[in-house]
């Protein structure tokens, strides 16, 4: 436990065990769910008694036929994005304004530590944690898919798994560079919650509703098609786009966290 | 080994604004290699607020603060920090740590064998290594905290309140522990509200008041101005010396009245006075220490407004 990076993980590993198995769970009830969700039919008379508007919670009904794009389409695109959008909101705000908040940054400002390198440890810790989280939607999908006599190819759920981890990492990223930069728990808490709800409003209302539609560029699950994503693999200009949020984000928090004042 | 000549810590036209509100204006002062400084004041007084900045915690709002020699910005300060520690009576720990992770945490920052440095001190503080940090009190969470500050022997420790918490016995380990690191030519400045463990060990003391710097004296001229302070208690209020006599107050309790002055003249010329006094019921007569000085400060500011 020698290093600021060390010494988050370990603090964050409670945390991170909890959301493992939180996301285990949900992979598990959608993969309980598959056999019922792919019956021809039934699904089908569901969607069309639903108003236009809340089709797009749904998804494209052909997605649910195939086991991959099911998981793609019912796990990795909706439920996810939304219960591990809260968990990086919420791993953001401990890692940054948490310890401000406690006093413990200046207790470790005081050490030989450079804000860089406190930032950027923190940041990585942040990543891995995310990581290993959500890693646990995987291992429950390989865990039960055969109990549903079904099966996903182990390159499309990495491509899926890295996807939704770069993109939660991204809103992860901006609510943590806020908070890095401002040290006020409720403008960083503020900026993740635009990012995560306004990007899921209008990812998963801009299918159906017109006006919406030329905004689906701001969401950050309009650079995630998880159904796309296991039929024709990652885009690299979807990456690129996750990517460079994320490191100008990480920036700006590095340009004024390295002079403001710490409370 | 630094010269005694050598700035550690230097101040110049230091002003903190919070908006409108000058926490530390216009301070300026220097420490120099060796020095202990007892930095006294009030609450509110920009005591924290000046070792905010001197750690590179905060920046000023006007003027520098240099640490050995450098310009301390919050960007920079982590290398002023290879030589520094820091511990304060309210330091937030990490709590998911137990005190033996934690210093070895801290220790792992900076260069150097210190393991014979952390047997002596946590033979002397005896901290609770094993026990998570969310689970002490705050006593033995300041127990880790000025074992990790004290553990690498920095040339310079800045202390914030360092004793507040801990029991009797544990603030004459603290006081020993400083004596020894300033006989080892460590500098020390620590903020405190207890004046006497201040008086105990500070070769200079700094007062400070409403963000200024009021007094600034070394040990010696603290001796010098010290003289007596004279208390008495008489049946009729009594003439005072004519010489020498600084301060007085005179209050009268019902068919008494209590008298007490600073007196810096001889010895022989006060009991000489106080043998003419009729009516005695009490007397005390003792040095004037740096509380005197501390409320003289303090209060004469009161009775002028």
């Known amino acids: 436990m020698n290093s600021v990076f060390t010494k988050t993980l370990r603090d964050k590993r409670g945390f991170t065990l909890g959301w493992f198995v939180g996301c285990a769970t949900l992979a598990a009830l959608m993969v309980a769910f598959y056999p019922s969700m792919h019956q021809e039919g039934t699904i089908d008379q569901l969607v ?132 890095m930069a401002t040290g006020k728990r409720a403008i960083a808490m503020v900026i993740g919650i635009i990012v995560m709800a306004g990007s899921f409003i209008v990812s998963t209302f801009g299918a159906s509703v017109d006006w919406l539609k030329d905004f689906e560029w701001l969401s950050l699950f309009h650079y995630f098609p998880a159904s796309e994503v296991v039929r024709n693999g990652i885009e690299g200009g979807n990456v690129i786009i996750l990517a460079s949020i994320t490191l100008i984000s990480l920036i700006v928090a590095l340009l004024v966290f390295r002079r403001r004042d710490v409370n | 080994m630094i010269k005694s000549t050598t700035a550690i810590i230097e101040l110049e036209n230091v002003t903190k604004r919070y908006g409108s509100f000058a926490a530390v204006s216009d ?43 450098r310009e301390v910005r919050p960007s920079n300060a982590h290398k002023s920090h290879q030589n520094s520690s820091y511990a304060s009576g309210d330091m937030a720990l990490p709590e998911h740590m137990t005190g033996e992770q ?119 001229q603290l001796a010098q101005r010290g003289g007596k302070i004279v208390t008495l208690v008489t049946r009729h209020r009594p003439t005072l010396p004519k010489d020498d006599v600084a301060e007085p107050v005179v209050t009268r309790h019902k068919e008494r009245y209590e008298t007490s002055f600073g007196y810096t003249g001889e010895l022989s010329v006060l009991i000489k006075w106080l043998a003419g006094v009729t009516g005695v019921i009490d007397v005390s007569i003792n040095d004037r220490t740096l509380e005197h000085e501390f409320r003289s400060v303090y209060e004469s500011e009161v009775g002028n407004e």
């Open chain 2, 27 to 69: 301070v300026s002062f220097v420490v120099r290699a060796g020095e202990v400084v007892g930095f006294v004041g009030e609450n509110g007084a920009g005591k924290t607020t000046t070792i905010t900045m001197l750690l590179g915690f905060t920046s000023p709002s006007r003027g520098s603060v240099k640490l050995f020699g």
């Open chain 1, 48 to 179: 069309n008694t639903m108003p236009e508007a809340f089709k797009g919670l749904v998804g494209d009904l052909a997605d649910l036929a195939h086991f991959d794009t099911y998981l793609a389409s019912q796990l990795f695109d909706i439920r996810v994005s939304l219960l591990a959008g809260i968990m990086a909101i919420i791993l953001a705000l401990g890692l940054s304004v948490a310890e401000e908040e406690k006093g413990q940054l200046r207790t470790l400002l005081g050490l030989p530590i450079s804000r860089t390198a406190l930032l950027l440890q923190k940041w990585l810790a942040l990543t891995v944690v995310l990581f290993l989280a959500l890693l646990g939607l995987v291992v429950a999908i390989y865990a039960l898919q055969a109990t549903v006599d079904a099966s996903i190819a182990l390159d499309a759920a990495v491509r899926l798994l890295m996807m939704t981890w770069l993109v939660l990492l991204t809103i992860a990223t901006v609510t943590f560079a806020a908070g």
């Open chain 2, 102 to 220: 934690y210093i070895r945490f801290a220790l792992n920052q900076t260069a150097g064998d210190h393991r014979k440095r952390y047997d002596e001190l946590v033979a002397a503080f005896k901290p609770q290594l094993g026990k998570k940090i969310g689970d002490m009190s705050r006593g033995n969470k300041q127990k880790i905290a000025l074992v990790a500050a004290f553990v690498t022997s920095p040339k310079l420790v800045v202390l914030d309140e360092p004793t507040s918490g801990l029991d009797p016995v544990m603030q004459d380990v603290f006081l020993d522990t400083v004596r020894a690191a300033a006989a080892r030519g460590t500098t020390v400045f620590m903020s405190s509200h207890y004046l006497q463990e201040v008086a105990e060990v500070s070769t200079r003391v700094l007062l400070m008041k409403q963000g200024r710097i009021m007094e600034d004296l070394s040990a010696e």
